[in-house]
């Protein structure tokens, strides 16, 4: 079989295990992508190649970028992953709907639904993790053991700010860097929105306290599946949320400091005002504090 075939056999393969993994028939998935019903059939017997407008038709279907795609069935091909493992390591990254919580809040407070978020979380993954197989495939480390991971929170806050004013069906747009609000608001029912990230147990911070609406994101570092495990010499090299939480601040609702020879001033959002902030994003499976009964710990609500 020469490589082209491979390629193309690792492509249909991989898009085949997807289309199962998301219980979709092959009616269903042909309806959904736009193409004659028997054209799936075809080509996951292998007996039809996809055309680029089909191929591109298809990932969206089925929620993925078609490079995104591509560059795995290169990987197929080069036997560098398997079509079992890239279809696991997609059902792990889809962020799951069982995950969000008090969404009427966050739509009261925010003007955003549910899917919003869900699609932010889920560009920002992706993102992620086309840098991470640009950099393997140059024998780099992945992002997250090359930068300090303040910057990569940063970097973190940056892909989800930009994804949640892609997906807020015309509610936001980002501002400019380094500019308050994050988020600016462009529709009815929006507000003026700071996104702040923090990695683990640690709490939202910025340099200044300002009273206004903020969207908080903690996430952890853990396997490409989404294994995760306790203690910072057991972080792996994936980011992965686990809590986002929004609310009203008021100046008064951050400890402040300027120690000499740290990072300057620093505005922390008090322990007590972010546990009581509305959770509305919350992976389980990923909670970095020791568990309450029910999976619950200190900021749950």
Known sequence: MSRDQEFLTGFIDLVKELRMQAGLTIEQ??????????????????????????????????????????????AI????????ELAAIHNARTPKADYLRNIEAYRRITGMGGENLLGAINSCYQTLDLIDEQLIEKGSPPI???????????????????????HSNGLYKRNRPHTYPDLL???????????????????????????????????????????????????GD??????????????????????????????VIKTSVHNEMSLVYYAPSLLPYRRGDNDTYPGFN
């Open 29 to 74: 998935l042909a309806d959904m992508a736009g193409v004659h019903r028997t054209t799936i059939g075809l080509l996951e017997r292998h007996e039809r190649t996809p055309t680029l407008a089909v191929a591109h038709q298809i990932a969206a279907a089925l929620g993925h970028p078609l490079h995104e795609l591509v560059q795995e069935a290169g």
């Open 144 to 166: 997250a053991h090359l930068v300090e991971l303040a910057n990569l929170s940063s970097m973190v806050g940056n892909m989800i700010g930009g994804g949640l004013a892609d």
């Open 238 to 267: 994936t980011v992965w949320i686990w809590e986002v939480k929004v609310g009203k601040l008021r100046e008064s609702d951050f400890s402040c400091s300027n120690t000499e020879g740290d990072s300057g001033k620093t505005a």
């Open 185 to 235: 608001p462009i529709g009815k029912g929006a507000v003026a929105l700071e996104l702040k990230v923090a990695l683990e147990t640690n709490k939202p911070k910025g340099h200044l306290p300002k009273a206004g609406t903020y969207i908080t994101f903690r996430y952890v570092l853990g396997t490409k599946t989404g294994e995760y495990t306790k203690g910072k010499d057991q972080r």
């Open 77 to 84: 091909a080069a036997g560098k992953a398997s079509v079992s």
